[in-house]
């Protein structure tokens, strides 16, 4: 059901519209990359939940038809044949490689920090150690501002930017406030946090030195998303919390390419990823379909992992249950401020690409994250942050389970630096 006439007229001036058209025609002809990034932009948005489609070219939260998350789609029959996996070669190292496949229709309007294109790690120590016949751990510490989010919130102030944002909020208990607030400063936005008094200090300072208004408050980040949503109908603060707008998820879906890519256009056996708001696990498996679509992969998936810390494990326990959806969990606490969400909207999300892929979701406790942080930097030489510990320590569960066999290949991803959490 169309719920919009879809507007496939953004408002740029002709001028622009005339680059970004020689720059696209550019590409097509000769695959040759333009020096400031490639156009890019959606057909539409998509609820997640029933399907229904809204026009991309204005400002959305959760759709208004079922309040769920929304997906950027992409006309990828027509981009098939006119983008290749071989045009990607010369293109620059960071996400915007993709930018085909990414909302932001200006060129001009993307914020470049040096985000995406992170290394592949091959860990044979590690692989020997765990029992498993290959381990690569992809290293998402070395984004602006030290973890993940950065590929999220980069492009979700882009694109808010391009639709005329001029402050934007984010609960957060750790890296993407941070980052919330170097990719507003970057484009000239105001950002406003709202986060738990126990975040890392390491976090709230960067965030403050990179401009933004914090708030600190005695609560879970449930209770930050509340004092936010406050915050945007009083004074108008556009809300980019974890999938209630459509594009954080377009930022961690890259994650996905990048994989792919790396590898040779081959995906692993399994995919270990530690989950909390779960937009990078969506966001891969999303990757997944679209470049299957383009031609640029076949149809084999990874076995989807989703870690979560016992003492806040929501998805775990409805994956364990066989529900769609995870209720919130309640009394959450784990020194993994990641890790530390009793609720997520794209639940069933996080559970559908899991039993898609005949994956599993496991817990791991804190004292199990804190002894693979070591385990894991004197094996691989990278001081991981718990979350990104927590793959490694579910590894041996995994095996135990099945769910892992001997002779697979696997990616574990470390989702941040363990810098962040030293006091």
């Not at 970057?186 to 709202?194: E, I, R």
Request: proline share 6%.
């Amino acid at each position: 059901m169309i719920r919009e006439m879809i507007d496939d007229s953004p408002p740029h001036s002709g001028a622009r519209r005339t680059q970004r058209q020689a720059w696209s025609d550019s590409l097509i002809d000769s695959e040759i990359s333009p020096p400031s990034g490639l156009p890019g932009g959606a057909s539409h948005l998509e609820c997640t939940l029933c399907g229904a489609e809204y026009t991309s070219e204005r400002l959305r939260g959760l759709s208004d038809c079922c309040s769920r998350p929304l997906y950027a789609r992409y006309d990828l029959a027509g981009l098939r044949g006119k983008v290749s996996r071989e045009s990607l070669r010369s293109r620059s190292s960071d996400l915007w490689r993709y930018a085909e496949l990414l909302p932001v229709r200006d060129p001009e309007n993307a914020i470049r920090l040096g985000e995406g294109w992170t290394p592949n790690i091959d860990t044979p120590r590690l692989a020997s150690r765990l029992g498993v016949r290959r381990v690569w751990v992809k290293d998402e510490g070395q984004n602006p501002t030290a973890s993940f989010k950065a590929r999220g919130l980069c492009l979700a102030v882009s694109r808010a930017r391009e639709l005329g944002v001029t402050e934007v909020a984010l609960p957060s208990a750790g890296n993407a406030g941070s980052a919330t607030a170097a990719y507003a400063a970057a484009a000239g936005l105001k950002a406003h946090l709202v986060m738990p008094v126990d975040t890392p200090p390491a976090i709230i300072q960067e965030a403050r030195a990179l401009g933004a208004d914090i708030e600190l408050i005695d609560g879970l980040i449930n209770a930050c998303a509340a004092r936010v949503a406050e915050g945007a109908r009083r004074f108008g603060w556009f809300d980019l919390s974890t999938l209630k707008e459509p594009y954080r998820v377009e930022g961690k879906k890259t994650m996905g390419y990048e994989v792919a890519e790396q590898l040779g256009w081959r995906l692993p056996d399994v995919i270990v990823y530690p989950t909390g708001g779960g937009t990078g696990l969506v966001g891969m498996w999303k990757a997944f379909d679209e470049m299957q679509a383009l031609g640029w992969i076949g149809p084999h998936r990874p076995r989807m992992v989703s870690v979560q810390a016992a003492g806040c494990a929501p998805i775990v326990r409805a994956w364990e249950q066989g529900t769609d959806f995870a209720e919130p969990w309640q009394d959450a606490h784990t020194y993994a401020s990641g890790l530390r969400v009793p609720g997520a909207v794209g639940d069933f999300l996080i559970l559908r690409a899991i039993r898609e892929s005949h994956g599993a979701a496991v817990a791991v406790s804190d004292a199990a994250m804190e002894r693979w942080t070591g385990e894991l930097g004197r094996l691989t030489g990278i001081f991981a942050a718990p979350e990104g510990a927590a793959t490694a320590a579910a590894v041996p569960l995994l095996l135990e389970r099945g769910v892992i066999r001997p002779d697979d290949e696997v990616l574990l991803f470390n989702t941040g630096s363990g810098l962040k959490y030293v006091r």
